[in-house]
T-cell receptor, first 112, second 112 residues
Framework: LAKTTQPISMDSYEGQEVNITCSHN???????ITWYQQFPSQGPRFIIQ???TKVTNEVASLFIPADRKSSTLSLPRVSLSDTAVYYC?????????????FGAGTILRVKS | DTAVSQTPKYLVTQMGNDKSIKCEQN?????MYWYKQDSKKFLKIMFS???????INETVPNRFSPKSPDKAHLNLHINSLELGDSAVYFC???????????FGPGTRLTVT
């Protein structure tokens, strides 16, 4: 499975846009890129998933360049409640389930 | 309605004991997982079941035995508990293939 590299932590202020970049140089053809969010004492929560180009949902946008060796999670206008750990994962679509490999994640701290 | 539920939420026990953690999902998913998050916050997959069949079995001691009585349940039984088993255990579920996994609230196991 492709290994991912993310910044250990980031600080931001309320109302700002936050971009978290993830490197995955060894991504395979069948791999999808998925981002999860985890609050303290809770299980991870799915944010967004993409294969190439750009994906947007009500929570975030995911930008994937043509070579797919990196991806950027964009959180528009963050609030204090967005303070959490954000995980970038890369994995293939196994026929019987998706084996998620979590890295260390990025601790995002949003300040007022 | 809780999508993925785990019981108990907290479990404190002594070394050498045998304990079980139960997981249930009401999402109609056909794949369920167990993850372990240690004190350093790394989240690692332990097992995955698809339609009651074991499909992922990571390098986990034989003391850990998952059991899936039906598609909606995946229980984790741990024999002869050790100090190093102390962690938060998360159950998750998903449909087959890529896409989001839904995580339960976690069970914090403390072995003394």
């Amino acid at each position: 499975l492709a290994k991912t590299t993310q910044p250990i932590s980031m600080d931001s202020y309320e109302g700002q846009e936050v971009n978290i970049t993830c490197s995955h140089n060894n991504i395979a053809t069948n791999d999808y890129i998925t981002w999860y969010q985890q609050f303290p004492s809770q299980g991870p929560r799915f944010i967004i998933q993409g294969y190439k180009t750009k994906v947007t949902n009500e929570v975030a946008s995911l930008f994937i360049p043509a070579d797919r060796k990196s991806s950027t999670l964009s959180l528009p206008r963050v609030s204090l409640s967005d303070t959490a750990v954000y995980y970038c994962l890369v994995g293939d679509s196994m026929e019987y389930g998706n084996k998620l490999v979590f890295g260390a994640g990025t601790i995002l701290r949003v300040k007022s | 309605d809780t999508a993925v539920s785990q019981t108990p939420k907290y479990l404190v026990t002594q070394m050498g004991n045998d304990k079980s953690i139960k997981c249930e999902q009401n999402l109609g998913h056909d794949t369920m997982y167990w993850y372990k998050q240690d004190s350093k916050k790394f989240l690692k997959i332990m097992f995955s079941y698809n339609n009651k069949e074991l499909i992922i079995n990571e390098t986990v001691p034989n003391r850990f035995s998952p059991k899936s009585p039906d598609k909606a349940h995946l229980n984790l039984h741990i024999n002869s508990l050790e100090l190093g088993d102390s962690a938060v255990y998360f159950c998750a579920s998903s449909q087959t293939g890529p896409g989001e996994q839904y995580f339960g609230p976690g069970t914090r196991l403390t072995v003394t």
